[in-house]
């Protein structure tokens, strides 16, 4: 990892390479072009209790919103959005392959830093691995999808921590009865509520993945990127920093390396990726704002009974209990060139009931968190012959890479289906539109209305009400936003006018 002390060194090299300017190191110190990170954070501070949560969070924040330049080591000329060489030079900025953002910020601002994205600001994700560049927009070559919020995020990744535990061990007690019986052991794959299908395993100790259900076959609760994807805030911020802003991290690409060829080594230290991920995970999860109009209030309390009534609810699951709220960085199950546990001496870790901003979670009275998402962190196909609308995409992400080798498993070859998404969190839907996966839905409605396939039953249950009962529904999902650091959880409209936090 490198030091602060060598930073000048780093910075003029950064600048020879770029052919743009021409200045010495000691003017790097003293005035002009500047890099917008100058001091990068330090794990073995982090590791040995030196920087407070508060700290953390204020350097992640600043890394969460700075605007990187060509000192910071911005662009990534030579390499892909996974870091593999090019044939062919990659601009600075292209919106189909990235690099396509100056900051994580850029893309998710509303109604303030670590929120959603416009439509304007939709990925198009896959391009990023291609080479040559991908300068198209064709559906073949890349799926578009919509910035979702971060807030609440600590608590989603924990919650899937604790899913991915139970349904590890499920499967693991399964493998020990099929070798000590000789027989096929069959196990339901149920965790907090929540129907993964079912597991077969052999006494071979081979997988029957049939059964499973809305998750990779690894059994491992992946809750971010629309499509179940990545499994912890630091695994998105890695790769994210590479993707959107051609920084490589060192943990990601490597101790002392260029491997972007654009004269700066160790653009992200481990530290830094820590203060990203930490910052992230304390933002503030999301409340109610209750309408001042009486009307308008009495509606929204008359349409979170009826959003139960007509199923929504079956999937977006109003609660999910957390069994320990404590973060802890790193994840347990990050992947491959990504901090783990053992890399660490001691993990940072911070309680969401008690710590960070406010409003937080819930804290019962047996120590467990209630986590209000409305979600079940499960992917479903919302699609059949009359609504293919969440249909649209062709490039298949992600191949299996989980625990197992995939000699263990019937079917090696999974790749995750085009039409299946987790299920969207609907505890910032008043403050988080457009909808869809692709953003291009501008109502709560028109969302509600391409629900086909596993969702048919509840749309058209919702549909089947009468005007004032939808009306009643859509007024209670907007009561669901992001609120400003230290309200309560539930505030009157007056209070939550301006959410921005800059």
Same mark, same amino acid.
């Given at each position: 990892m490198r030091q602060d002390a060598g930073r000048v060194a780093v910075w003029t090299a950064a600048i020879a390479a770029a052919v743009v300017l021409s200045v010495s190191a000691a003017d790097v110190d003293r005035s002009g072009e500047r890099p917008a990170i100058e001091r990068h954070v330090n794990q073995a501070d982090i590791d040995a209790g030196r920087v407070s949560l508060k700290e953390l969070c204020r350097l992640g924040q600043t890394l969460f919103e700075a605007r990187f330049n060509v000192l910071d080591g911005q662009g990534r000329p030579a390499s892909t959005g996974d870091g593999l060489a090019r044939t062919m030079a990659q601009p600075a900025f292209i919106r189909t392959s990235g690099p396509d953002a100056n900051s994580c910020r850029a893309c998710h601002f509303e109604p303030r830093s670590g929120g959603a994205g416009d439509f304007a600001s939709n990925v198009f994700v896959l391009a990023q691995i291609q080479d040559p560049v991908v300068r198209t927009l064709d559906p073949s070559r890349s799926n578009e999808r919509n910035s979702l919020g971060m807030n609440g995020a600590g608590p989603i990744e924990m919650l899937a921590r604790e899913m991915s535990a139970e349904l590890i061990a499920i499967r693991e007690s399964a493998a020990k009865e099929a070798s000590a019986t000789g027989q096929i052991a069959r196990r339901k794959l149920e965790t907090k509520g929540v129907s993964f299908g079912e597991i077969a395993v052999y006494p071979s100790g081979r997988v029957d993945t049939r059964g499973i259900e809305g998750i990779d076959w690894d059994l491992i609760v992946k809750p971010f990127h629309q499509k179940g994807a990545v499994v912890s805030l630091r695994d998105f911020s890695n790769t994210a920093m590479n993707h959107h802003h051609g920084m490589q991290?060192?943990?990601?690409?490597?101790?002392?390396?260029?491997?972007?060829?654009?004269?700066?080594?160790?653009?992200?230290?481990?530290?830094?990726?820590?203060?990203?991920?930490?910052f992230q995970a304390a933002l503030n999860v999301p409340g109610r704002v209750l309408p001042r109009d009486p009307l308008r209030r009495r509606a929204a309390?008359?349409?979170? !009974?009826?959003?139960?009534?007509?199923?929504?609810? &079956?999937?977006?699951?109003? @609660?999910?209990?957390?069994?320990?709220?404590?973060f802890r960085e790193p994840a347990p199950y990050n992947p491959p060139k990504n901090l783990r546990p053992r890399d660490v001496s001691k993990p940072f870790a911070f309680d969401l009931t008690r710590e960070g901003p406010l409003p937080r979670l819930e804290r019962r009275a047996d120590g467990r968190a209630v986590v209000r998402a409305f979600t079940d962190l499960k992917r479903h196909d919302l699609n059949d012959q009359d609504f293919s609308h969440f249909a649209n995409e062709k490039v298949h992400q992600g191949m299996l890479a989980g625990l197992l080798p995939p000699a263990a498993y019937t079917e090696p070859d999974q790749v995750r289906p085009t039409r299946q998404f987790l299920t969207r969190k609907l505890w910032d839907a008043g403050t988080s539109a457009p909808y869809g996966h692709r953003g291009d839905l501008t109502t709560l409605t028109d969302a509600i209305h391409f629900h !086909?396939?596993?969702?048919?039953?509840?749309?058209? &249950?919702?549909?089947?009400? @009468?005007?004032?009962?939808?009306?009643?529904?859509?007024?209670?999902?907007?009561?669901?936003?992001?609120?400003?650091?230290?309200?309560?959880?539930?505030?009157?409209?007056?209070?939550?006018?301006?959410?921005?936090?800059?």
């Open positions: 991290s060192a943990e990601r690409f490597g101790y002392g390396t260029d491997p972007d060829k654009d004269g700066v080594v160790e653009e992200l230290t481990v530290g830094d990726v820590t203060a990203l991920t930490v309390e008359r349409g979170e !009974g009826l959003l139960e009534q007509v199923g929504c609810t &079956a999937c977006h699951r109003p @609660s999910l209990v957390l069994d320990s709220p404590v !086909g396939g596993e969702a048919r039953q509840s749309r058209d &249950a919702f549909f089947a009400l @009468s005007p004032d009962d939808r009306g009643a529904i859509i007024e209670f999902l907007k009561t669901l936003q992001v609120l400003p650091d230290g309200s309560r959880r539930v505030v009157m409209e007056s209070r939550a006018i301006n959410v921005s936090s800059r």
